[in-house]
């Protein structure tokens, strides 16, 4: 099941030349799907060599291969944890029977909408972030950008195989249509509201990395213990690359923080802003924004939607098996819930407040991230700590949406809200700001005044390594 056939014309590791039908069908979608990418993705670039890595099976130790190559060569692959034999599903109704190999009838639309509202968040934020070529604050952010939109661009071949495989004629236009939506597009916006939302400058990319695709993992570990075989077959390898996305994001904002922290003790009067910096405050505002329209993604608090995902077998608990117990009848789940306008705190049925568990667990990773920028800015000397808004703030989606929080978490009228706005998210005159920062800076080794280089480079290679080529 590994063996990996990477000079066919879709790389692979499952056997798609002994399927003449379904290997024709991804095919016929390989084109659409360049082209796509020459529309929709990064701006530039395309015919630049770039130092990369691509999949190229799933073995742990060097699943990976990194060399330069064009981004439109790119070799897109479909890649599949192998298969356990003897794997039963491990929560719902069905735990301890055989996982399913082909999708069972009964529970197919929810599962299509479960693939489909994963496989969209790929493109999407590959459109969102095709402009930010233009303002790199290094060759190695550039390149870091560039690997991230490659491999969205290989989650969604990832989730069009389960499409075109499992799904016949549905499926197939559902791929057509995950190339059909656009980020921001009034008409034909993407599904998911974090993912219609502006990329628009790299301090926005930082935190989008950081706290969006931290979403996706936690998404694709719920979906990587589905009973459903091969979506977790694919989601377990998807994680592998996810990883580093979130590495982008977070050591991403540690060095804007970190550039902050210096320019506070160098810059004249402390203003880092006048320094060509990115200020604390400013900072803060910026988690307050994607961190909050992340939490959204999780879903409503309260879901028979995830009840059934889970009592299905479709979509588990993140890590499914830290949890002593996996059926999930009669416990419950203590958590903040709005009654006739007030907060209580109350048992749920758990299986209803499962968006909530896997918020929950999400929230403490990020807890955790931002706890390391906080050991940054300590070991610089400056007082100032960094902090996740509450989950109340600032949200779309779910029974907070209804009405106003501040940061803190405490109750509000719309008036005071509005008035206050401008001090928790940013504002139009902290985007013209961050903005204004963003020039080019493309020598080798050299950083834009915002960012501190990193602390090592891709692969352990020296800091002035050339990991875009010159035209
Ligand atoms: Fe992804
Ligand atoms: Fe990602």
Redesign the pocket.
């Known amino acids: 099941m590994t063996a990996v056939l990477t000079d066919e014309k879709i790389p692979n590791n499952v056997h798609l030349a002994d399927d003449r039908r379904l290997q024709r069908a991804l095919e016929a979608w390989q084109p659409q799907f360049l082209d796509w990418w020459k529309a929709m993705g990064p701006v530039g670039w395309q015919e630049r060599d770039i130092y990369l890595r691509t999949a190229v099976s799933v073995e742990t130790d060097g699943w990976a291969h990194f060399n330069y190559v064009k981004m439109p060569d790119y070799r897109w692959g479909i890649f599949l944890e192998p298969k356990q034999e003897g794997r039963v599903h491990g929560f719902g109704d069905f735990a301890g029977q055989p996982v399913w190999d082909e999708v069972p009838g009964e529970f197919r639309n929810m599962l299509r909408r479960l693939v489909v509202t994963q496989g969209d968040t790929e493109p999407a934020?590959v459109e969102q972030q095709r402009l930010l070529g233009d303002t790199a604050p290094s060759l190695y952010d550039l390149r870091n950008l560039f690997q991230?939109n490659v491999?969205?661009g290989r989650?969604l071949w990832a989730m069009v195989y389960l499409l075109h495989t499992y799904f016949g004629r549905d499926g197939r236009e559902e791929a057509e249509e995950l190339l059909a939506r656009r980020s921001g597009d009034v008409d034909k916006p993407r599904i998911l509201g974090a993912f219609n939302e502006p990329t628009s400058h790299w301090l926005s990319f930082f935190m989008f990395?950081m706290f969006t695709?931290r979403d996706?993992k936690y998404q694709l570990a719920a979906l990587a213990e589905s009973g459903f075989d091969p979506l977790a077959r694919t989601c377990r390898f998807m994680l592998t690359?996810?990883a580093h996305?979130m590495f982008v994001g977070e050591s991403g904002v540690q060095r804007v923080v970190k550039r902050a922290c210096e320019l506070m003790k160098t810059a004249p009067g402390g203003d880092v802003r006048a320094a060509g910096g990115i200020d604390l405050p400013t900072i803060q505002k910026y988690l307050h924004l994607w961190y909050s329209l992340s939490l959204d993604l999780f879903g409503g608090e309260v879901s028979s939607n995830a009840a059934d995902a889970f009592a299905s077998g479709l979509k588990g608990r993140y890590k499914e098996d830290r949890y002593p117990e996996h059926k999930l009848i009669g416990s419950h789940f203590a958590m903040d819930v709005l009654e006739e306008g007030k907060v209580v705190h109350k048992d749920i049925a758990m299986r209803n407040a499962l968006n909530e568990v896997l918020r929950t667990e999400y929230i403490k990773d990020c807890q955790r991230g931002v706890d390391r920028w906080n050991k940054t800015i300590k070991d610089e000397g400056i007082d100032f700590v960094i902090t996740l808004p509450s989950a109340k703030f600032h949200r779309n989606i779910g029974m907070w949406s209804t009405q106003r929080f501040t940061p803190t978490g405490d109750m509000i009228d719309q008036a005071t809200y509005d008035a206050r706005q401008g001090e928790w998210l940013p504002n139009a005159a902290d985007e013209v700001f961050v903005k204004s920062l963003m020039h080019p800076v493309y020598e080798p080794g050299k950083m834009a005044s915002w960012i501190a280089p990193p602390a090592k480079g891709i692969n352990n290679l020296p800091g002035d390594f050339e990991y875009v080529k010159p035209a």
């Open positions: 934020s991230v491999e969205e989650h990395t695709d996706g690359e996810e996305h």
